[in-house]
């Protein structure tokens, strides 16, 4: 897995937007595929999720209306298209790749990551 970000190293203004890319070459079609974030000084949470079935995906609350995780099949690749961003969306941002779709979810989710890309920084900052 490998994850990265198409804009200006990830600095972007308060209401920007930007996109990430997880390379899942070899994931697609059996592992539901997740983004996690992690600010400073706090514990890494889970952002967003998509199957490798049915496309179901999964929001954390604060981003839905805000984020969207989609595939991509052909390129093999998930994106997390991040839109009216916000200084608390300030984070380390990873991908993970899961058998378990259903393990993305509260009370679960620290099981979820069978595999890990390495870090993206975003910086949302004016």
Same mark, same amino acid.
């Given at each position: 897995l490998?994850?990265?970000? &198409?804009r200006?190293g *990830?600095?972007?203004q308060p /209401?920007? !937007?930007?996109?990430? #890319?997880?390379?899942? @070459?070899?994931?697609?079609?059996?592992?539901?595929?997740?983004?996690? &974030?992690?600010?400073? *000084?706090?514990?890494?949470? /889970?952002? !967003?999720?998509?199957? #490798?079935?049915?496309? @179901?995906?999964?929001?954390e609350?604060?981003v839905k209306?805000?984020?969207t995780?989609?595939?991509?099949?052909?390129?093999?690749?998930?994106?997390?298209q991040? #839109?009216?961003?916000?200084?608390?969306?300030?984070?380390?941002?990873?991908?993970?790749?899961?058998?378990s779709?259903?393990?993305f979810?509260v009370?679960?989710?620290?099981?979820?990551?069978?595999?890990?890309?390495?870090?993206?920084?975003?910086?949302?900052?004016?």
């Amino acid at each position: 897995l490998m994850s990265s970000c &198409r804009r200006w190293g *990830g600095l972007v203004q308060p /209401g920007g !937007s930007l996109r990430l #890319s997880c390379a899942a @070459s070899g994931f697609m079609d059996y592992y539901a595929i997740g983004w996690f &974030r992690q600010a400073p *000084g706090k514990l890494r949470e /889970g952002v !967003s999720c998509i199957s #490798s079935s049915d496309g @179901s995906t999964y929001y954390e609350d604060s981003v839905k209306g805000r984020f969207t995780i989609f595939r991509d099949n052909v390129k093999n690749t998930v994106y997390l298209q991040m #839109s009216s961003l916000k200084p608390e969306d300030t984070a380390v941002y990873y991908c993970a790749a899961d058998g378990s779709f259903r393990k993305f979810s509260v009370g679960t989710m620290p099981l979820f990551g069978d595999y890990w890309g390495k870090g993206t920084l975003v910086t949302v900052s004016s």
